[in-house]
Protein backbone atom coordinates (compact mmCIF):
# COMPACT_ATOMS: atom_id res chain seq x y z
CA UNK A 1 0.00 0.00 0.00
CA UNK A 2 3.02 2.24 1.15
CA UNK A 3 4.41 1.56 -2.49
CA UNK A 4 1.80 1.96 -4.57
CA UNK A 5 1.02 5.72 -2.70
CA UNK A 6 4.35 6.16 -3.02
CA UNK A 7 4.43 5.43 -7.03
CA UNK A 8 1.43 7.82 -7.05
CA UNK A 9 3.07 10.68 -5.96
CA UNK A 10 6.14 10.55 -7.49
CA UNK A 11 3.98 10.63 -10.99
CA UNK A 12 2.34 13.67 -9.46
CA UNK A 13 5.64 15.75 -8.91
CA UNK A 14 7.14 14.36 -12.62
CA UNK A 15 3.75 15.74 -13.70
CA UNK A 16 4.04 18.84 -11.61
CA UNK A 17 4.76 22.17 -13.65
CA UNK A 18 7.04 23.63 -11.68
CA UNK A 19 9.19 20.55 -10.41
CA UNK A 20 9.34 19.00 -14.00
CA UNK A 21 10.62 22.36 -15.57
CA UNK A 22 8.66 21.58 -18.92
CA UNK A 23 9.36 24.96 -20.45
CA UNK A 24 7.60 28.39 -19.74
CA UNK A 25 5.94 28.91 -16.95
CA UNK A 26 1.79 28.87 -18.09
CA UNK A 27 -0.70 31.30 -16.91
CA UNK A 28 -2.86 29.93 -14.46
CA UNK A 29 -5.24 31.13 -13.27
CA UNK A 30 -6.05 33.28 -16.53
CA UNK A 31 -9.16 35.71 -15.82
CA UNK A 32 -10.12 37.03 -18.76
CA UNK A 33 -12.30 40.63 -19.05
CA UNK A 34 -15.66 38.99 -19.21
CA UNK A 35 -14.39 36.95 -15.67
CA UNK A 36 -14.31 33.97 -17.37
CA UNK A 37 -11.28 32.55 -15.93
CA UNK A 38 -9.02 29.97 -17.04
CA UNK A 39 -6.91 27.07 -14.91
CA UNK A 40 -4.18 25.09 -17.05
CA UNK A 41 -1.67 22.75 -15.81
CA UNK A 42 1.47 20.38 -17.87
CA UNK A 43 1.28 16.92 -16.07
CA UNK A 44 2.16 15.15 -19.58
CA UNK A 45 1.57 11.78 -17.48
CA UNK A 46 -1.69 12.18 -15.37
CA UNK A 47 -4.98 10.75 -16.28
CA UNK A 48 -6.91 13.12 -14.34
CA UNK A 49 -6.28 17.00 -13.39
CA UNK A 50 -9.32 18.51 -11.86
CA UNK A 51 -9.77 22.01 -9.74
CA UNK A 52 -12.15 22.77 -7.01
CA UNK A 53 -13.18 26.34 -5.73
CA UNK A 54 -15.96 27.69 -3.52
CA UNK A 55 -16.99 29.79 -7.31
CA UNK A 56 -17.69 26.03 -8.30
CA UNK A 57 -20.83 23.70 -7.18
CA UNK A 58 -18.51 20.68 -8.25
CA UNK A 59 -15.05 19.89 -9.03
CA UNK A 60 -14.59 20.68 -12.57
CA UNK A 61 -12.19 18.44 -15.22
CA UNK A 62 -9.95 19.62 -17.12
CA UNK A 63 -8.64 18.58 -20.79
CA UNK A 64 -5.62 17.39 -22.18
CA UNK A 65 -4.47 18.82 -25.12
CA UNK A 66 -1.57 17.52 -27.56
CA UNK A 67 1.47 18.86 -25.57
CA UNK A 68 0.31 17.50 -22.15
CA UNK A 69 -1.35 20.88 -20.70
CA UNK A 70 -4.83 20.52 -19.45
CA UNK A 71 -7.08 23.09 -19.15
CA UNK A 72 -10.56 24.26 -18.59
CA UNK A 73 -12.24 27.46 -18.39
CA UNK A 74 -15.03 28.31 -16.01
CA UNK A 75 -17.43 31.02 -15.30
CA UNK A 76 -17.81 34.08 -15.36
CA UNK A 77 -17.52 34.55 -12.08
CA UNK A 78 -18.49 37.14 -9.15
CA UNK A 79 -16.01 39.63 -8.33
CA UNK A 80 -14.29 37.87 -5.12
CA UNK A 81 -11.25 36.32 -3.89
CA UNK A 82 -11.60 32.96 -4.01
CA UNK A 83 -9.85 29.66 -2.97
CA UNK A 84 -8.89 27.33 -5.55
CA UNK A 85 -6.94 23.84 -5.78
CA UNK A 86 -5.92 21.60 -8.63
CA UNK A 87 -5.18 17.89 -8.50
CA UNK A 88 -3.28 14.99 -10.80
CA UNK A 89 -4.86 11.37 -10.54
CA UNK A 90 -6.54 12.50 -7.05
CA UNK A 91 -3.64 14.19 -5.40
CA UNK A 92 -3.48 18.03 -4.77
CA UNK A 93 -0.46 19.78 -6.01
CA UNK A 94 -1.72 23.47 -6.06
CA UNK A 95 -3.55 25.88 -3.92
CA UNK A 96 -4.09 28.78 -4.33
CA UNK A 97 -6.03 31.87 -4.43
CA UNK A 98 -7.97 33.29 -7.32
CA UNK A 99 -9.24 37.01 -7.05
CA UNK A 100 -11.71 38.63 -9.66
CA UNK A 101 -11.64 41.95 -9.95
CA UNK A 102 -14.77 44.35 -10.11
CA UNK A 103 -15.26 46.91 -12.26
CA UNK A 104 -14.66 49.73 -9.37
CA UNK A 105 -12.37 48.67 -6.77
CA UNK A 106 -13.87 46.31 -3.92
CA UNK A 107 -14.02 47.08 -0.53
CA UNK A 108 -11.49 44.46 0.43
CA UNK A 109 -9.22 45.94 -2.33
CA UNK A 110 -5.61 47.84 -1.34
CA UNK A 111 -6.78 51.89 -2.23
CA UNK A 112 -4.20 54.87 -2.32
CA UNK A 113 -5.35 55.71 1.69
CA UNK A 114 -3.99 56.01 4.91
CA UNK A 115 -2.96 52.48 6.33
CA UNK A 116 -2.96 51.19 9.34
CA UNK A 117 -0.47 48.78 10.69
CA UNK A 118 -0.51 44.78 11.55
CA UNK A 119 2.09 43.39 13.85
CA UNK A 120 2.96 40.29 15.26
CA UNK A 121 3.44 40.54 19.56
CA UNK A 122 3.89 37.56 22.03
CA UNK A 123 2.85 37.96 25.24
CA UNK A 124 3.38 35.56 28.25
CA UNK A 125 -0.07 33.87 29.38
CA UNK A 126 0.21 33.04 32.83
CA UNK A 127 -3.06 31.46 33.23
CA UNK A 128 -2.23 28.57 30.55
CA UNK A 129 1.97 28.75 31.24
CA UNK A 130 2.42 29.59 27.77
CA UNK A 131 4.08 31.99 25.26
CA UNK A 132 1.35 33.04 22.69
CA UNK A 133 0.68 35.02 19.85
CA UNK A 134 -1.75 37.73 18.62
CA UNK A 135 -1.45 39.92 15.79
CA UNK A 136 -2.24 43.66 16.48
CA UNK A 137 -3.72 46.36 14.03
CA UNK A 138 -3.19 50.03 14.86
CA UNK A 139 -5.03 52.59 13.19
CA UNK A 140 -3.35 55.29 10.60
CA UNK A 141 -1.37 57.72 12.53
CA UNK A 142 -1.26 55.53 15.73
CA UNK A 143 2.22 56.36 15.65
CA UNK A 144 1.61 59.85 15.85
CA UNK A 145 -1.16 60.20 18.08
CA UNK A 146 -1.79 60.42 21.84
CA UNK A 147 -5.24 59.70 21.56
CA UNK A 148 -7.08 56.30 23.31
CA UNK A 149 -8.65 54.05 21.49
CA UNK A 150 -11.69 51.26 21.34
CA UNK A 151 -11.04 48.00 20.93
CA UNK A 152 -12.46 44.99 19.14
CA UNK A 153 -11.10 41.37 20.10
CA UNK A 154 -11.73 39.45 16.66
CA UNK A 155 -11.44 35.89 17.03
CA UNK A 156 -10.56 33.16 13.87
CA UNK A 157 -12.46 30.09 12.82
CA UNK A 158 -11.76 26.14 13.75
CA UNK A 159 -8.43 24.92 11.52
CA UNK A 160 -7.13 28.76 11.21
CA UNK A 161 -4.99 30.82 13.60
CA UNK A 162 -4.17 34.47 14.54
CA UNK A 163 -3.02 35.02 11.10
CA UNK A 164 -6.44 34.04 8.99
CA UNK A 165 -8.30 37.41 9.54
CA UNK A 166 -5.66 39.56 8.24
CA UNK A 167 -4.23 36.97 5.15
CA UNK A 168 -7.07 35.51 4.09
CA UNK A 169 -9.72 38.22 5.06
CA UNK A 170 -8.18 40.97 4.82
CA UNK A 171 -9.54 42.58 7.93
CA UNK A 172 -6.88 45.68 7.99
CA UNK A 173 -6.96 46.61 4.46
CA UNK A 174 -10.96 46.82 4.99
CA UNK A 175 -10.79 48.25 8.22
CA UNK A 176 -8.39 51.33 6.35
CA UNK A 177 -10.99 51.54 3.46
CA UNK A 178 -13.78 52.49 5.52
CA UNK A 179 -11.91 54.81 8.25
CA UNK A 180 -10.67 56.58 4.91
CA UNK A 181 -14.15 56.39 3.62
CA UNK A 182 -15.80 58.17 7.22
CA UNK A 183 -17.78 55.16 8.14
CA UNK A 184 -15.64 53.93 10.76
CA UNK A 185 -13.94 55.71 13.95
CA UNK A 186 -10.45 54.46 14.70
CA UNK A 187 -10.41 51.70 16.81
CA UNK A 188 -7.50 48.83 17.27
CA UNK A 189 -8.71 45.16 17.07
CA UNK A 190 -6.68 42.46 18.46
CA UNK A 191 -7.06 39.32 16.63
CA UNK A 192 -5.74 36.10 19.25
CA UNK A 193 -5.10 32.62 18.36
CA UNK A 194 -8.31 30.79 19.58
CA UNK A 195 -7.18 27.02 20.92
CA UNK A 196 -5.91 27.49 24.82
CA UNK A 197 -3.67 24.95 23.83
CA UNK A 198 -1.83 23.61 20.66
CA UNK A 199 -2.64 20.35 18.39
CA UNK A 200 -0.40 17.55 19.66
CA UNK A 201 -0.85 18.72 23.28
CA UNK A 202 -2.06 16.61 26.30
CA UNK A 203 -4.51 19.16 27.02
CA UNK A 204 -5.80 19.25 23.62
CA UNK A 205 -6.55 15.05 23.16
CA UNK A 206 -9.15 13.37 25.50
CA UNK A 207 -13.19 13.38 26.21
CA UNK A 208 -12.51 16.65 27.97
CA UNK A 209 -10.54 18.53 25.48
CA UNK A 210 -13.18 20.89 24.00
CA UNK A 211 -13.84 22.09 27.75
CA UNK A 212 -10.37 22.62 28.21
CA UNK A 213 -9.86 24.83 25.29
CA UNK A 214 -12.92 26.57 25.66
CA UNK A 215 -12.56 27.50 29.63
CA UNK A 216 -8.46 28.18 28.96
CA UNK A 217 -9.00 30.35 25.76
CA UNK A 218 -11.64 32.47 28.02
CA UNK A 219 -8.93 32.41 31.12
CA UNK A 220 -6.16 33.43 28.72
CA UNK A 221 -7.90 36.23 26.89
CA UNK A 222 -9.52 37.72 30.23
CA UNK A 223 -6.65 37.42 32.58
CA UNK A 224 -3.36 37.73 30.38
CA UNK A 225 -4.09 39.22 26.58
CA UNK A 226 -6.94 42.00 27.80
CA UNK A 227 -4.70 43.10 30.62
CA UNK A 228 -1.17 43.00 27.78
CA UNK A 229 -3.05 44.88 25.26
CA UNK A 230 -3.77 47.48 27.82
CA UNK A 231 -0.39 47.88 29.32
CA UNK A 232 0.93 47.97 25.98
CA UNK A 233 -1.91 49.76 23.30
CA UNK A 234 -3.01 53.50 24.05
CA UNK A 235 -6.81 51.51 24.29
CA UNK A 236 -9.77 53.19 26.58
CA UNK A 237 -10.02 49.89 29.33
CA UNK A 238 -13.82 50.29 29.89
CA UNK A 239 -16.16 47.58 28.57
CA UNK A 240 -18.27 50.60 27.00
CA UNK A 241 -14.91 50.89 24.60
CA UNK A 242 -14.35 46.57 24.05
CA UNK A 243 -16.01 44.29 21.57
CA UNK A 244 -15.76 40.83 20.76
CA UNK A 245 -16.24 39.51 17.61
CA UNK A 246 -15.25 35.76 15.39
CA UNK A 247 -16.44 33.93 12.74
CA UNK A 248 -17.44 30.69 12.81
CA UNK A 249 -15.85 28.55 16.19
CA UNK A 250 -14.41 32.29 16.87
CA UNK A 251 -18.05 33.56 16.53
CA UNK A 252 -19.40 30.89 19.16
CA UNK A 253 -16.30 31.75 21.44
CA UNK A 254 -17.00 35.52 20.89
CA UNK A 255 -21.07 35.32 21.69
CA UNK A 256 -20.09 32.47 24.68
CA UNK A 257 -17.55 35.01 26.45
CA UNK A 258 -19.11 38.00 25.55
CA UNK A 259 -22.63 37.71 26.30
CA UNK A 260 -21.38 35.47 29.74
CA UNK A 261 -19.35 38.87 30.48
CA UNK A 262 -21.47 41.99 30.27
CA UNK A 263 -18.81 43.03 32.77
CA UNK A 264 -16.06 43.30 30.17
CA UNK A 265 -18.06 43.60 26.94
CA UNK A 266 -20.66 46.40 25.42
CA UNK A 267 -20.32 44.85 21.93
CA UNK A 268 -20.84 41.08 20.52
CA UNK A 269 -20.79 39.60 16.93
CA UNK A 270 -21.25 36.19 15.77
CA UNK A 271 -20.35 35.44 11.64
CA UNK A 272 -21.62 32.18 10.63
CA UNK A 273 -21.05 30.95 14.31
CA UNK A 274 -20.72 27.25 15.27
CA UNK A 275 -23.02 27.31 18.41
CA UNK A 276 -22.53 23.36 18.76
CA UNK A 277 -18.97 24.39 20.31
CA UNK A 278 -20.96 26.56 22.95
CA UNK A 279 -23.30 24.63 24.14
CA UNK A 280 -22.63 21.11 24.23
CA UNK A 281 -21.65 19.49 27.18
CA UNK A 282 -18.20 18.62 26.26
CA UNK A 283 -17.53 22.58 25.54
CA UNK A 284 -18.88 23.60 29.07
CA UNK A 285 -22.65 23.35 28.08
CA UNK A 286 -23.15 27.55 28.00
CA UNK A 287 -27.01 27.69 28.60
CA UNK A 288 -28.10 31.01 26.35
CA UNK A 289 -31.68 30.33 28.04
CA UNK A 290 -30.05 31.16 31.83
CA UNK A 291 -28.25 33.95 30.44
CA UNK A 292 -31.51 35.72 28.92
CA UNK A 293 -33.48 35.33 31.92
CA UNK A 294 -33.33 38.91 32.78
CA UNK A 295 -33.80 40.47 29.08
CA UNK A 296 -33.89 44.14 30.28
CA UNK A 297 -30.99 43.54 32.02
CA UNK A 298 -29.00 42.56 29.15
CA UNK A 299 -30.44 45.07 26.83
CA UNK A 300 -29.66 47.67 29.35
CA UNK A 301 -26.09 46.64 28.99
CA UNK A 302 -25.42 45.05 25.29
CA UNK A 303 -24.88 48.23 23.00
CA UNK A 304 -25.34 45.79 19.98
CA UNK A 305 -25.40 42.49 19.39
CA UNK A 306 -24.81 41.20 15.82
CA UNK A 307 -25.41 37.97 14.67
CA UNK A 308 -25.38 37.03 10.36
CA UNK A 309 -24.76 33.70 8.67
CA UNK A 310 -24.80 32.76 5.02
CA UNK A 311 -28.44 30.84 3.71
CA UNK A 312 -26.07 28.04 1.96
CA UNK A 313 -24.46 26.98 5.04
CA UNK A 314 -24.61 24.25 6.58
CA UNK A 315 -24.85 25.90 10.21
CA UNK A 316 -27.73 28.55 8.98
CA UNK A 317 -30.62 25.99 10.71
CA UNK A 318 -28.95 26.69 13.85
CA UNK A 319 -27.75 30.04 13.79
CA UNK A 320 -31.68 31.08 12.80
CA UNK A 321 -32.78 28.78 16.14
CA UNK A 322 -30.56 31.39 17.52
CA UNK A 323 -32.43 34.32 16.23
CA UNK A 324 -35.50 32.87 17.24
CA UNK A 325 -34.65 31.93 20.96
CA UNK A 326 -33.34 36.19 20.65
CA UNK A 327 -36.61 37.45 19.72
CA UNK A 328 -38.49 34.84 22.41
CA UNK A 329 -36.28 36.30 24.81
CA UNK A 330 -36.76 39.85 23.94
CA UNK A 331 -33.27 40.59 23.34
CA UNK A 332 -32.47 43.59 21.06
CA UNK A 333 -30.08 42.40 18.17
CA UNK A 334 -29.28 42.39 14.65
CA UNK A 335 -29.78 39.24 12.66
CA UNK A 336 -28.18 39.38 9.19
CA UNK A 337 -28.53 37.15 6.60
CA UNK A 338 -27.03 36.78 2.80
CA UNK A 339 -26.60 34.67 0.10
CA UNK A 340 -23.03 32.42 0.81
CA UNK A 341 -21.87 29.42 2.48
CA UNK A 342 -19.55 28.88 5.10
CA UNK A 343 -16.20 31.02 3.48
CA UNK A 344 -14.98 33.73 3.89
CA UNK A 345 -16.15 36.05 1.24
CA UNK A 346 -19.49 36.13 3.75
CA UNK A 347 -16.96 36.91 6.35
CA UNK A 348 -15.56 39.42 4.89
CA UNK A 349 -18.51 41.12 3.54
CA UNK A 350 -19.93 40.66 7.13
CA UNK A 351 -16.81 42.09 8.90
CA UNK A 352 -17.33 45.48 6.28
CA UNK A 353 -20.77 45.51 7.25
CA UNK A 354 -21.11 44.69 11.35
CA UNK A 355 -17.50 46.94 11.98
CA UNK A 356 -18.89 50.75 11.49
CA UNK A 357 -21.71 49.72 13.98
CA UNK A 358 -19.73 48.70 16.62
CA UNK A 359 -18.45 52.47 18.05
CA UNK A 360 -20.75 54.71 16.48
Not at 307 to 334: M, P, R
Request: hydrophobic letters at 40%.
Amino acid sequence: MRASRLTLLLAVLVAHPVLAQRGPALRSPDVQPDRRVTFRLSAPNATDVRVTGDFLAAPQPLTRDERGVWSVTVGPIAPEIYGYQLSVNGVTTTRGSLVVPGATPMFYDQRPVPHGAVEQRWYDSKSLQLTRRAFIYTPPNYARSSERYPVLYLLHGAGGDESGWTENGRANVILDNLMADGKLKPLVVVMPYGNAYPNGSPQAEGADAMRRQREGFQRDLIEDLIPFVQANYRVQADREHRAIAGLSLGGAQALGTGLSHLDLFSRVAGLSPALGAVTSPQAGGLDFKALFTDSKKVNDRLKLLWVGCGTEDTLFNSVKEFDGLLTTSGITHVFRTTDGAHTWQVWRRYLNEMAPLLFK
